[in-house]
């Protein structure tokens, strides 16, 4: 009955902005960590940002640092990707997942990450 639901993708000219929500059911949300990763076509899936599940501690890659922000609301059981300054590179389909607390170190493994979301896609025009 666990269900990550993403949102907010589309089309978006480069060097615009966006934002993504995943709402999350059938979980005890403050007990997960959360993160984002994208998949681009002909290509792996790869870490973008996450979330710890207490204190609020983030990471992101290398190749989203200073543009994007991930941030969640408990009350709300839902995590946030804030995109700015989009590259044609970011376009990609982008997943959120859950990792259970136990794991709470590894957030940037995706193999670590219990439960997913569908995607939303993002299309950067150049």
């Known amino acids: 009955q666990v269900q990550l639901v993403e949102s907010g993708g589309g089309l978006v000219q480069a060097g615009g902005s966006l934002r993504l929500s995943c709402s999350a059911s059938g979980l005890t949300f403050s007990l997960y960590s959360w993160g984002w990763f994208r998949q681009a076509p002909g290509k792996d899936r790869e870490f973008v940002a996450a979330?710890?599940?207490?204190?609020?501690?983030?990471n992101y890659a290398d190749s989203v640092k200073g543009r994007f922000t991930i941030s969640r609301d408990n009350a709300k059981n839902t995590v946030y990707l804030e995109m700015n300054s989009l590259k044609a590179e970011d376009a990609a389909v982008y997943y959120c997942?859950?990792?259970?607390?136990?794991?709470?170190?590894?957030?940037?493994?995706?193999?670590?990450?219990?439960?997913w979301g569908q995607g939303t896609q993002v299309i950067v025009s150049s």
């Open positions: 979330i710890r599940w207490r204190g609020d501690l983030t």
């Open positions: 997942a859950a990792l259970d607390a136990y794991y709470s170190s590894d957030r940037s493994s995706e193999n670590k990450y219990e439960y």
